[in-house]
T-cell receptor, first 112, second 114 residues
Framework: QKEVEQNSGPLSVPEGAIASLNCTYS??????FFWYRQYSGKSPELIMS????GDKEDGRFTAQLNKASQYVSLLIRDSQPSDSATYLC????????????FGSGTRLQVQP | GAGVSQSPSNKVTEKGKDVELRCDPI?????LYWYRQSLGQGLEFLIY????????KSGLPSDRFSAERTGGSVSTLTIQRTQQEDSAVYLC????????????FGPGTRLTVL
């Protein structure tokens, strides 16, 4: 079982719709959770971080964390073609090393 | 403010040669990380420096890989006797090393071993 799992996609949504990206993780000791966006040929760019159960909103983005279910999600409201990218879920487990463990990413396509 | 910088942006080398990749972290960041991203492998951790502590080298794939961080700032990742499987994008990230430890990535170095 992979430590951080994501559906590779592509996830295709029409412009203006809500895109929902999901991630599960295996280590219950995980403490910090991050969503990065990566455009083709570019490096990962931080979108959201979340540490406590519940929702965290930042503009069009909402991160949701459920530690009991070991589940993290990212919602993108009013999706735009410029949101088309690969979204990487990353986790830090402080019981181990402090490096990020990444999922394989979900490719999002927003259709104009 | 200035972000993480890396050089060179692209490096093409021949199999068996040594290469050095450089990372300059965000000013004031005490933690520095190296990752590698290759097709079909995703993003994988290589090495982590935090202040003056001994580095966490647990992600280095072989003893051909080494890294150092001078003066708590700039870091150099060295790959000796490069192999074709070393071809990847090498990414550096830095953080303030605090409890939150949000990592910010540089633009990466694309390494191609012929």
């Amino acid at each position: 079982q992979k430590e951080v799992e994501q559906n590779s996609g592509p996830l295709s949504v029409p412009e203006g719709a809500i895109a929902s990206l999901n991630c599960t993780y295996s280590d219950r000791g995980s403490q910090s959770f991050f969503w990065y966006r990566q455009y083709s040929g570019k490096s990962p760019e931080l979108i959201m971080s979340i540490y406590s159960n519940g929702d965290k909103e930042d503009g069009r983005f909402t991160a949701q964390l459920n530690k009991a279910s070991q589940y993290v999600s990212l919602l993108i409201r009013d999706s735009q073609p410029s949101d088309s990218a690969t979204y990487l879920c990353a986790v830090i487990t402080y019981t181990g090393r402090r490096a990020l463990t990444f999922g394989s990413g979900t490719r999002l396509q927003v259709q104009p | 403010g200035a972000g993480v910088s890396q050089s060179p942006s692209n490096k093409v080398t021949e199999k068996g040669k040594d290469v050095e990749l450089r990372c300059d972290p965000i000013s004031g960041h005490t933690a520095l990380y190296w990752y590698r991203q290759s097709l079909g492998q995703g993003l994988e951790f290589l090495i982590y420096f935090q202040g003056n502590s001994a580095p966490d080298k647990s992600g280095l794939p072989s003893d051909r890989f080494s890294a150092e961080r001078t003066g708590g700032s700039v870091s150099t990742l060295t790959i000796q006797r490069t192999q074709q499987e070393d071809s990847a994008v090498y990414l550096c990230a830095s953080s303030d090393g605090g409890a939150v430890d949000t990592q910010y990535f540089g633009p990466g170095t694309r390494l191609t071993v012929l």
